[in-house]
């Protein structure tokens, strides 16, 4: 094996058959008429293969895995074949094997992929504000097409590249930041008061959810939006709550893997979806209310 290592072999349960099922049964109900059969089947392939090649994929819970690492998509962005890509999964596959050992966890593919994964493009990509209210370059060969792209695009280019790599990411929002008067005096119209996207990952240093600041800190869980202004956030307040993206229903998932989500700070979004101020008439994006995590009301 590349970089010397080693994988494992998946149990019995952990086949193709049982991801592709999971990703059917998740389907959005947009895309089920248009996705063809061989789209959801390639990907399957693909992302188990990685999980018996990288040792820290293989360690990642099965239904975090079938969650957060096999969908081929975060969002409502283009549906694209960006992991299956030979390019784009040669750049990927020679990070890893050049890094791979200083790499022991999923946190530290993250961290690297953080400073790294820019480099797929020349001049790298960069991050560059998009007009209120809307996204500049969404899906991963949008932004890659562009070399830039706003939180929204980057945070979706940073999670299609983790999950190629076997780990576990999904994006992670605020529709508008919850600020004084004085540093919003127009309220949610305000720039300081727009929203923002980022990436969370599933780290098995520590087996918990940590969060990437995109193009920023490479340290997990560090950001210049934290804790000065998520900690200002309001649980269960539609513009005001920090969202997390989910493939699946969130509420069936604590049944199936309460270790991985019965996590402090963190349930079920009440209003069922992953609101997009690009897109606000959306509802179809599954979603946590990740608030009380970056408020510490856990």
Known sequence: RQGGTEGRESSPQETVKE??????RWLPEADRSHLPPFFLHAHAVSSLGTRRRWPWASAVPWIVYLNDVLPPFSLTEPREDFRLNASVVQYFDSLLSNHSSSLKSTGDVATLLNSLAWGITEPPIRF?????????????????????????????FLVDSLRLCGVPARVVGVPHWN???????EGD????????????????????WAF??????????????????SARAQPHSR??????????????LTLLDPASYNRPGQAPS??????????????GVRAWDVTGVYTGAG
């Not at 119209?189 to 918990?208: G, I, K, L, Q, R």
């Open 19 to 24: 991801a592709l099922l999971f990703l059917q």
């Open 128 to 156: 560059e504000s998009a007009p209120p209210n809307a996204v500049n370059a969404y899906s991963p060969f949008q932004v890659m097409t562009r070399k830039a792209a706003s939180c929204t695009g980057t945070s979706v």
């Open 179 to 185: 600020m004084s008067n004085e540093t919003c005096p």
């Open 189 to 208: 119209s305000s720039p300081s008061c727009a929203n923002h996207d980022w990436v969370e990952v599933f780290d098995t240093a520590t087996n918990a």
């Open 212 to 229: 990437v600041d995109v193009l920023g800190d490479l340290r997990l869980n560090h950001s210049w939006f934290h804790p000065a202004m």
């Open 239 to 252: 513009n005001h709550s920090i969202y997390a993206s989910s493939y699946a229903d969130p509420f069936q």
């Open 270 to 283: 009440v209003t069922g979806y992953f609101p997009m101020v690009w897109d606000w008439g959306e509802n």
